[in-house]
């Protein structure tokens, strides 16, 4: 039963249906935990029972409310992943990142683009887009699962790096098709704003991160307190984010710059780990909101379509990665385990699918649709746990955390903040 069939006011229904989606997802950890998989997996198959295909117990107006909740997590999940961009690091493996970069977003948008021409019959064109937007790569669940289990070391920085680049490189890519499409005749004229003005506001939302990045390291000085320093560092990532939402802009990339602007003009981590100790009730909203918002029923409509592109870009990250560990001379560690790191996706290519749809002749951009959110439904079920494998294969997870997982994000979180 909806909370709003309920005699509640606007506020209490609001208050209880967070109330409820922080109960679901506490309490789909104690699931996760005996069956050893990352609480992120529990956290968005709680929003799909509480969501509108199952239970349905969240009014929709309040769903639809929460947008501004996955703009602020995801700003806190890529100030995050900026931490992993120091000068120092890059400097240190910046080949072995760029030609596995390169290798895997290539060979995979060729694999995915000949398959799904040759073998589903898609026309070209089409298949080309469906190639550019498979070589993004989520971020969120990949991190909060290094989070989780504090894994840590070069197969951890090296797969972040990728993960970052990996989301420009498919904007660019997503961009250049879209022309394509578009001067081979599908529409009558060819607008260039089309696939300029993405990427210039990406661009100009980089350039406006990396200037709050400068910012935060002169506002965040040594005599600031603890809480100014989180209050600071909150409110600079809100202004980006805020801009990012006024041009319907993920912020992903915006807050990634600001991330690693930050860490490279202070080299100072204590702000990453006050921010972790802050976020988890966020972060968890965001992923059973995303469990619930995962139109399931596309599964069924996209058939074997949308499942064949997941299964095929799942083998052209692993073909792609090997051969980049094999071309940079990365450790076998990376050779073996990296394609699992890679296999999570949502966030981009659904933003990428919904700019596609809007842009696109009506029945391309709702099969196009169909396929990138049928697909997202099947890579947040497993994308977690695959991550979640990679890290423990390739030796990333400390034994203690690899042999008793912590079962709370909180905890660990706080344990990271305290242990840096």
Do not use: W
Not at 244 to 250: H, N
Not at 313 to 325: D, E, H, N, P, Q
């Amino acid at each position: 039963m909806q909370l709003t069939r309920l005699q509640f006011n606007s506020s209490s229904v609001v208050i209880l249906s967070l109330t409820l989606i922080l109960f679901a997802g506490f309490f789909s950890t104690r699931i996760t935990k005996k069956l050893k998989l990352p609480n992120v997996t529990g956290y968005i198959f709680a929003g799909i029972l509480i969501g509108p295909f199952f239970l349905n117990l969240i009014p929709n107006t309040i769903i639809e409310g929460m947008d501004f909740v996955t703009d602020v997590a995801l700003a806190l999940i890529s100030f995050g992943v900026g931490k992993y961009l120091k000068f120092s690091i890059l400097k240190a493996n910046s080949a072995q990142v760029l030609i596995m970069t390169a290798c895997e977003s290539l060979i995979t948008a060729i694999v995915v683009t000949v398959t799904m021409f040759y073998l589903f019959h898609l026309p070209l064109m089409f298949s080309l887009l469906l190639g550019a937007i498979s070589s993004a790569t989520a971020p969120a669940s990949t991190l909060m699962t290094i989070r989780q289990y504090k894994a840590k070391g070069p197969f951890v920085n090296m797969a972040l790096q990728v993960i970052a680049l990996d989301d420009a490189i498919a904007l660019v890519a997503f961009s250049i098709c879209i022309a394509l499409i578009q001067a081979s005749g599908t529409n009558t004229r060819l607008d260039v704003s089309v696939f300029l003005i993405p990427i210039l506001l990406n661009a100009m939302l980089i350039l406006a991160g990396i200037a709050a990045g400068f910012a935060l390291n002169y506002l965040i000085c040594e005599s600031r307190t603890d809480d100014n320093r989180l209050i600071l560092a909150i409110a600079v990532i809100l202004v980006v984010t805020g801009l990012c939402a006024a041009f319907d802009i993920s912020p992903l990339l915006a807050c990634m710059a600001l991330g690693a602007t930050y860490i490279n003009t202070s080299q100072n981590k204590k702000i990453y780990h006050q921010i972790n100790s802050f976020t988890p009730p966020i972060l968890m909203i965001f992923f059973v909101l995303s469990g619930m918002r995962l139109n399931v029923p596309s599964l069924l409509m996209a058939g074997t379509l949308g499942i064949g592109y997941t299964l095929v870009r799942v083998i052209g990250k692993f073909i792609g990665s090997y051969v980049g560990a094999l071309a940079g001379k990365s450790p076998d560690n990376v050779r073996r385990y990296f394609g699992l790191a890679l296999i999570p996706q949502a966030g981009v290519s659904i933003g990428l699918a919904l700019l596609g749809q809007r842009v696109l002749p009506p029945e391309m951009g709702a099969l196009l649709s169909t396929i990138i959110l049928s697909s997202a439904v099947l890579y947040e079920i497993i994308g977690p746990a695959c991550a979640k494998s990679a890290l423990r294969l390739s030796g990333s997870i400390p034994v203690i955390a690899s042999g008793v997982p912590n079962d709370e994000l909180g905890k660990v979180m706080l344990l990271d903040s305290k242990s840096g």
